[in-house]
T-cell receptor, first 115, second 113 residues
Framework: NAGVTQTPKFQVLKTGQSMTLQCAQD?????MSWYRQDPGMGLRLIHY???????DQGEVPNGYNVSRSTTEDFPLRLLSAAPSQTSVYFC??????????????FGPGTRLTVL | KNQVEQSPQSLIILEGKNCTLQ??????????LRWYKQDTGRGPVSLTI?????NTKSNGRYTATLDADTKQSSLHITASQLSDSASYIC????????????FGTGTRLQVTL
């Protein structure tokens, strides 16, 4: 199994540009989520999904959109990039049932810089 | 507000030495506590998950303890190796909702020769 994969690994955007961060998992996990990691702060939840067709907002959802058309894929879209979105983004997945009991598997991350 | 605080912020030790990392939390209602290891440029990898009823849990040279009464946890690393150089993140889960994982800011450990 490849686990959780993310593309691209690095990305530089100009303010106002849009882009999609890709996330895929091959473990048949129902639960998938996106986090951002900033210096001096813990990981913060952006959006999450408990299954295909179901998404919900996390702690810091503004400026991001998600969709979940398949169990495997959970892309994160930046609508109009801002310098405040410069961060490292991690996708994670786990079995559902209740995420707080299930181990989360993280992808390798995407380092995004917005100029 | 749910919070997880870790100490120290960073730590340098010699290879072969032991060390202990601390985690204090104010998360309610408590479900479980996790320790993750994050290598530079990589995603976090789970080391242990401990529920309310577990006081100690080991994973090789890593031993986590949990005191749910004082809301404290520690991660003890025995006979450190250069490969232990990483950030160690404490994560506390609240029961009752899908999104309630509170992450600490991590302890950055450097193991040197």
């Amino acid at each position: 199994n490849a686990g959780v994969t993310q593309t691209p690994k690095f990305q530089v955007l100009k303010t106002g540009q849009s882009m999609t961060l890709q996330c895929a998992q091959d473990m048949n996990h129902e639960y998938m989520s996106w986090y951002r990691q900033d210096p001096g702060m813990g990981l913060r939840l952006i959006h999450y999904s408990v299954g295909a067709g179901i998404t919900d907002q996390g702690e810091v959802p503004n400026g991001y959109n998600v969709s979940r058309s398949t169990t495997e894929d959970f892309p994160l879209r930046l609508l109009s990039a801002a310098p405040s979105q410069t961060s490292v983004y991690f996708c994670a997945s786990s079995y559902w049932g209740h995420v707080s009991y299930n181990e989360q598997f993280f992808g390798p991350g995407t380092r995004l810089t917005v100029l | 507000k749910n919070q997880v605080e870790q100490s120290p912020q960073s730590l340098i030790i010699l290879e072969g030495k032991n060390c202990t990392l601390q985690c204090n939390y104010t998360v309610s209602p408590f479900s479980n506590l996790r320790w993750y290891k994050q290598d530079t440029g990589r995603g976090p990898v789970s080391l242990t998950i401990m529920t309310f009823s577990e006081n100690t849990k080991s994973n090789g040279r890593y031993t986590a303890t949990l005191d749910a009464d004082t809301k404290q946890s520690s991660l003890h690393i025995t006979a450190s190796q250069l490969s232990d150089s990483a950030s160690y993140i404490c994560v506390v889960s609240a029961s009752g909702t899908a999104s309630k994982l509170t992450f600490g800011t991590g302890t950055r450990l450097q193991v040197t020769l």
